[in-house]
């Protein structure tokens, strides 16, 4: 397995308060991603990094931010957490090229209360 | 834009038996992807299918890609109560491996 840790695992907050989930891989893997999973709508993609640096936005990146600033982190911020983003977030990381797939972290689940 | 559908949502079975859930696409599609969550768990990579035609085999779980009707499919073969999970398609496009998901199938084995 790809050596990928997310943190916290858990997490209660506000509604209004600002809250950063990390990502961390082992793996040197060139491309990150966050992604929320929902009841009913499988896994969607919030935020991806080809780069230290480079982000682009998913489908769902309304209310969220992410940075990048080494190969390894990968930040994904609620500025100002609303209810409709109480969800299970999970990183992925894959490495470049065609034959490749994704592996995902062990996700963190967030209430937003 | 990359559409993902998966049928059925929610499958019981009998150990035993033979069953396949289907994954349809709406666009062209550079790679498939199976994906297999425990519950409260991180989702494990099962197969990845590259090409029209292609088939792979893991145990009592195979899959297939057809591309011309944008079509995949993971086939179970004599059921076993191990294999209780939810198993997710997802496609992607494009050289960054962004995933589009099904909804997932909720796959229930019983004695």
């Known amino acids: 397995d790809a050596g990928i840790t997310q943190s916290p695992r858990h997490k209660v907050t506000e509604t209004g308060t600002p809250v950063t989930l990390r990502c961390h891989q082992t793996?040197?893997?060139?491309?990150m991603y966050w992604y929320r999973q929902d009841p009913g709508h499988g896994l969607r993609l919030i935020h991806y990094?080809?780069?230290?640096?480079?982000?682009d936005k998913g489908e769902v990146s309304d209310g969220y931010s992410v940075s990048r600033s080494k190969t390894e982190d990968f930040l994904l911020t609620l500025e100002s957490a609303t209810s409709s983003q109480t969800s299970v977030y999970f990183c992925?990381?894959?490495?470049?090229?065609?034959?490749?797939?994704?592996?995902f972290g062990q996700g963190t689940r967030l209430t937003v209360v | 834009e990359l559409k993902v559908e998966q049928n059925p949502l929610f499958l019981s079975m009998q150990e035993g038996k033979n069953y396949t859930i289907y994954c349809n696409y709406s666009t062209t599609s550079d790679r498939l992807y199976w994906y297999r969550q425990d519950p409260g768990k991180s989702l494990e990579s099962l197969f990845v299918l590259l090409s029209n035609g292609a088939v792979k085999q893991e145990g009592r779980l195979m899959a297939s890609l057809d591309t011309k009707a944008r079509l995949s499919t993971l086939h179970i073969t004599a059921a076993v109560h191990d294999l209780s999970a939810t198993y997710f398609c997802a496609g992607d496009t494009g050289t960054a491996s962004k995933l589009t998901f099904g909804t997932g199938t909720r796959l229930q084995v019983t004695l």
């Open positions: 793996e040197n893997h060139r491309y």
């Open positions: 992925a990381t894959s490495r470049a090229g065609r034959n490749t797939e994704a592996f």
């Open positions: 990094s080809y780069g230290v640096k480079d982000t």
